[in-house]
């Protein structure tokens, strides 16, 4: 089973749809759906390089409860900010030094911080050892680095080693 349906999550996704975009449940269409079910996802399990694979699920879920309070914390900051004094903002860049090395973890970390407000990961250097971080108010960019690592790269770096 697993050799003809690798992501039975994406088989269902595709099949559902491929329904929804054609509206209509027509039996060409159900066979039709089925079909890419099947293909689409052995396709693409072809064209990864590789899987990710997860470690520490605990940390993994304490991690998503830290990014949600952050994202919380960070749309007030964002918005007392922008509802203030333009001049009192200070934007700036910062390279993140990154000790993590796994490319699943570094994306996810770039993904953690593009989706906190005020903050976008803008590149990453071609040795992926650095990370630069657009921040919409940096007053002190070491603890910036320190807090970036502390609270969402040292978890990755358990997750994904």
């Not at 089925?34 to 996802?41: I, K, Q, S």
């Not at 994202?71 to 203030?84: F, K, P, T």
């Amino acid at each position: 089973m697993k050799r003809w349906l690798p992501a039975p999550l994406l088989s269902l996704a595709v099949f559902v749809l491929w329904l929804l975009l054609v509206a209509t449940t027509a039996l060409a269409h159900v066979l039709l759906a089925a079909v890419l079910a099947v293909l689409l996802p052995l396709v693409a399990q072809r064209l990864r390089e590789d899987r990710a694979h997860m470690r520490r699920p605990g940390v993994a879920a304490r991690l998503v409860v830290v990014v949600l309070w952050d994202i919380v914390l960070s749309n007030i900051e964002v918005a007392r900010r922008i509802l203030g004094r333009e001049s009192k903002m200070r934007p700036g860049f910062v390279w993140i030094p990154l000790d993590l090395t796994n490319r699943h973890g570094i994306s996810t970390l770039a993904g953690i911080i593009t989706m906190t407000p005020g903050t976008v990961s803008s590149e990453l250097s071609p040795d992926r050892r650095h990370l630069l971080v657009h921040f919409l108010h940096l007053e002190d960019a070491d603890a910036a680095i320190a807090q970036i690592k502390a609270r969402y790269e040292a978890p990755l770096r358990e997750v994904f080693p």
